[in-house]
């Protein structure tokens, strides 16, 4: 089993930033993708970024310019930068860590931006 704890979420004003944070923890294999999603109210889960063990990376349009995903040193922790922030990018935000087994999610941390 792998355990998923998100951090970082909050309140801010379009144009400003934020950082999420997502801890790993427990049976973590050597090969996986980390990655966020998000889900605004009355829409589906979508993909906002990804990012493999060896560090490939993919973005959204919505957010490619914008947003920026990274890992630390231990490959446990997966880090999205937000800038420039828009009302639209409004929503939960969940991490997701998928190996050959399973798909784990954390518990989602609220990003809202104000107009």
């Known amino acids: 089993q792998v355990q998923l704890v998100e951090s970082g979420g909050g309140l801010v004003q379009a144009g400003e930033s934020l950082r999420l944070s997502c801890a790993a923890s427990?049976?973590?294999?050597?090969?996986?993708?980390m990655g966020w999603y998000r889900q605004a109210p009355g829409k589906q889960r979508e993909l906002v970024a990804t990012?493999?063990?060896?560090?490939?990376?993919t973005y959204a349009d919505s957010v490619s310019g914008r947003f920026t995903i990274s890992r630390d040193n231990n490959k446990t922790t997966v880090y999205l930068q937000m800038n420039s922030l828009k009302p639209e990018d409004t929503g939960v935000y969940y991490c997701?860590?998928?190996?050959?087994?399973?798909?784990?999610w954390g518990q989602g941390t609220q990003v809202t931006v104000s107009s």
């Open positions: 997701s860590l998928q190996d050959r087994y399973a798909v784990y």
């Open positions: 427990g049976s973590i294999l050597r090969s996986n993708v």
């Open positions: 990012t493999t063990s060896s560090s490939s990376v």
